[in-house]
């Protein structure tokens, strides 16, 4: 294969596989690493993709994007509902729960509201939580704040102070990257700010993260993989990730 033609077909894969590592271009091409990386600055330089550790993800994949909430319901739909049913295991038969915003958090409020347990305290500042939650039985604990469009939760300084004034028995947790070294990270500093306040103050924090978000990074660090307890997601992370998950004593439930 000529470099050209080389050139073009790791062009056209980071786009269709949305991300692409080092090795496995290496590998695949029956190249040197090192040309694998000389490859892709090039790449970068025509901007046709994003280098990050490791490999390249589409230009688009900016550790600021992010996608509306509406958008996100649509994708991994089926994925998001094993992690939902996975976790709704972990819930106590009483106590205090965190439900955090997003899409799979959601998934899991509309399977609690199902099942209502009147022992339970349901606290969250996500307004479609809230809402799934509504005249089924819980008690709901509303975290009040601004509300972010974007997200259709409640963000702001207020909203994390109340978080860390309470220490509930178990949090539940979305993240839009899980990445080895980086942690647990959001686009946006606000959201990581309660979600920080909300991993800081719960006894037990269990991340509810599909596959998409293993091995990403976005623009701002809220938590360390020391920080929590337990990953939900539905295929098994990569080698890097998976020892990092070890090292840290995180708990891997496949869902």
């Given amino acids: 294969m000529f470099a050209e033609e080389r050139y073009n077909r790791i062009a056209e894969l980071v786009a269709s596989e949305g991300r692409v590592t080092v090795a496995q271009l290496a590998a695949r091409f029956d190249i040197t690493k090192e040309t694998v990386r000389r490859d892709l600055d090039l790449l970068e330089k025509d901007g046709l993709?994003?280098?990050?550790?490791?490999?390249?993800?589409?230009?688009?994949?900016?550790?600021?994007r992010e996608l509306s909430l509406t958008t996100r319901e649509e994708r991994n739909q089926a994925e998001k509902a094993r992690i939902a049913k996975a976790a709704l295991t972990m819930l106590p038969a009483e106590g205090s729960i965190v439900l955090d915003g997003g899409t799979t958090t959601g998934n899991l409020a509309a399977l609690v509201a199902q099942e209502p347990v009147e022992q339970r305290l349901?606290?969250?500042?996500?307004?479609?939580?809230?809402?799934?939650?509504?005249?089924?039985?819980?008690?709901?604990?509303?975290?009040?704040?601004?509300?972010?469009?974007l997200t259709s939760a409640c963000v702001g300084s207020g909203t994390a102070a109340r978080y860390r004034s309470f220490r509930p028995d178990i949090g539940f947790i979305g993240t839009n990257g899980v990445h080895a070294?980086?942690?647990?990270?959001?686009?946006?500093?606000?959201?990581?700010?309660?979600?920080?306040?909300?991993?800081?103050?719960?006894?037990?924090?269990?991340?509810?993260?599909?596959?998409?978000?293993?091995?990403?990074?976005?623009?701002v660090g809220f938590a360390a993989l020391g920080d929590i307890d337990?990953?939900?997601?539905?295929?098994?992370?990569?080698?890097?990730?998976?020892?990092?998950?070890?090292?840290?004593?995180?708990?891997?439930?496949?869902?």
């Fill in 230 to 255: 337990a990953l939900i997601t539905d295929v098994q992370p990569g080698p890097e990730l998976t020892s990092a998950l070890a090292d840290a004593d995180v708990d891997l439930v496949i869902a």
């Fill in 181 to 219: 070294h980086f942690g647990l990270s959001t686009p946006d500093p606000e959201e990581a700010s309660v979600k920080a306040a909300i991993v800081q103050s719960a006894r037990r924090v269990v991340v509810l993260a599909d596959s998409s978000k293993l091995d990403e990074e976005a623009l």
């Fill in 49 to 64: 993709l994003r280098r990050v550790h490791g490999g390249a993800v589409p230009l688009a994949s900016a550790s600021t």
């Fill in 122 to 149: 349901i606290i969250t500042h996500s307004i479609p939580v809230a809402h799934a939650l509504i005249g089924s039985g819980q008690q709901i604990e509303f975290i009040g704040g601004r509300v972010r469009g």
